[in-house]
């Protein structure tokens, strides 16, 4: 049983080889490889949010000093708050760089794509019977429109036989 928690979690964790047993992981190496890539995503998320916290910090800092002197100046200049404020802009950005170049990143980018790929193989997946139904009320409603168009053509031409046409509207109007 051991043996084989310890086959899968080395086939998750990227370290299985067919070919030799050698290549399989004790259960305590196991837990250190899981614990070190849990540590490196968390790491990576933290620094997004610090980054986001930054960005957010700095453009609303620099932006509600701006805003302060041209309400009350009338005029826009540069100041220690306003410089600040671009300064931790910029951090959140260099952070951001950073957190996306690390290896850790990787794990989230690649978690996102299969994310991805897997949402769209379910939107193609579409079964027969729920293709034979769709057509069948599509050709339901394409008989109905058909019918209503008919019926309408119908009534026109029914329309138009019971008026009188204009050469009689203009006799009957001379006669009286």
Do not use: C, W
């Not at 614990?35 to 453009?59: N, Q, V």
């Not at 989230?108 to 299969?114: G, H, L, Q, Y």
């Not at 991805?116 to 069948?136: G, I, Y």
């Amino acid at each position: 049983m051991l043996k084989t928690i310890t086959l899968l979690f080395s086939f998750l964790l990227g370290r299985f080889n067919s070919g030799s047993h050698e290549a399989l992981l004790s259960p305590d190496e196991i837990i250190d490889k899981a614990l070190s890539k849990l540590r490196g995503l968390m790491s990576t998320l933290a620094l997004g949010a610090i980054a986001t916290i930054f960005l957010t910090a700095g453009f609303l800092g620099a932006f509600y000093n701006l805003l302060l002197q041209l309400d009350t100046t009338g005029r826009m200049g540069s100041n220690a708050v306003i410089v600040g404020g671009i300064g931790l802009f910029v951090m959140g950005l260099v952070i951001f760089a950073i957190a996306g170049r690390s290896p850790s990143s990787q794990l989230v980018r690649s978690a996102v794509k299969s994310q991805t790929r897997s949402s769209a193989k379910q939107e193609r997946a579409v079964s027969p019977l729920e293709e034979a139904l769709a057509m069948l009320i599509l050709d339901h409603v394409k008989e109905r429109e058909y019918l209503r168009e008919t019926r309408r053509r119908q009534s026109e031409r029914s329309f138009h036989s019971e008026r009188p046409s204009r050469a009689d509207e203009t006799t009957q109007a001379s006669v009286h």
